[in-house]
């Protein structure tokens, strides 16, 4: 593969650890460019302009013989980088069902876990504005539903989808791994903290940050 | 094919109007089953134990001969849908940009746009609850952003990725030619209008509902 793979990035961030972890599991090689979100360093018009007009990182810049191109959206570029690999199952069934997952993630799980960990852990709870004070007690609630639902669906099985470690896993990690710095209690969640382990001792593995 | 494919669904979703849209495009039959999301149909014992443990339509079933299975997100079951067909390009990077515009919507505009939509249109503003009415203003910036964006991607470029259909327009289009009885102004958006009669137009499509 001759593409050179940049990822426009927040070390803080899980979701561009997600793209860093698929890379790592597949020995592949990933140039960084550090970002500061709280500092505001993906609005800039020049970043706007080029990299992401959504303001957002990860951004995966591929540069191959055809130019450079970048693709937003941590799952996305997860895809990206695992296609044709055991990262992505190839039935027909198994395949969807872990984007089943990855929109999960996004949907339900990243909206509540991962915006909570942000705000108490980073923002700060004192800093927080009136409307984002109002939506914690709704988050609170939504980010357990769906890791209840995840320790419901790994009680009885090792991997989210099909018999090995696939993307599905990898969306889900990040944010669940660390979601104590949001305030959930992962004890209440036995089938994940395996999980959680299972992962950790994959070969390859590498932490977030 | 043998597969029988029955969508459990409410007819006023734009998500599950994502999923008989497809279908339709790739001349694939499609059982339907109706539930009424206000009435808490998709939130019965039997339908958390059965159809969809998350308590949400649509979910995608399918019998064949290994048995039956229940697929849920309206993105995941369009991929199992168009598996193999022109509306999921082959290059490798198209087919991940058209993810990405999938994840977009999931989580840039069907919280903000499909949501006020929701809102206004079927539960009514008077019945919002407080939490939900401080949060209006801020779905409404979110979503004119994500159409803003879209607007701006569909300037000079047919469809959302590539140079055909694809799922990434599949997945946008239920909630955005709709997006009106959410009480955005589409007519701010000159490039999404005509994306929109593009997708009208296309042989075999089926209106929602």
């Known amino acids: ?16 650890y997600k793209i860093k972890l698929t890379a790592a599991l597949l020995g592949q090689k990933l140039n960084l460019r550090e970002y500061d979100i709280l500092k505001g360093e993906t609005r800039t018009p020049d970043f706007l302009a080029t990299v992401n007009s959504n303001g957002r ?10 130019g450079t191109r970048f693709l937003p959206e941590s799952n996305a570029a997860c895809w990206y980088l695992a296609e044709g690999s055991a990262l992505i199952p190839r039935d027909r069934f198994t395949q969807a069902d872990m984007l089943r997952w990855m929109f ?5 799980h990243e909206p509540n876990v991962a915006t909570l960990r942000f705000w108490l852990r980073f923002v700060g709870e004192a800093n927080l504005s009136e409307q984002q004070r ?12 769906a890791l209840a639902l995840m320790d419901r669906h790994l009680t009885g099985q090792e991997w989210m989808v099909g018999d090995g470690v696939t993307l599905a896993d990898i969306a889900l990690f ?3 791994h660390v979601a104590e ?6 004890s209440d969640y036995p089938a994940i903290c395996e999980w959680i ?8 593995f590498i932490p977030m940050g």
């Open 1 to 16: 593969m001759a593409d050179t793979l940049t990822l426009h990035e927040d070390p803080r961030s899980g979701n561009c």
């Open 57 to 66: 990182i990860p951004v995966l810049q591929i540069d191959d013989v055809t």
């Open 104 to 108: 999960f993630e996004q949907y339900n």
């Open 134 to 145: 109002a939506q914690v007690l709704a988050k609170r609630i939504a980010g357990a539903d």
């Open 174 to 176: 990040p944010y669940t």
């Open 181 to 186: 710095e949001g305030g959930f209690g992962l």
């Open 197 to 204: 382990e299972r992962v950790k001792a994959l070969p390859k």
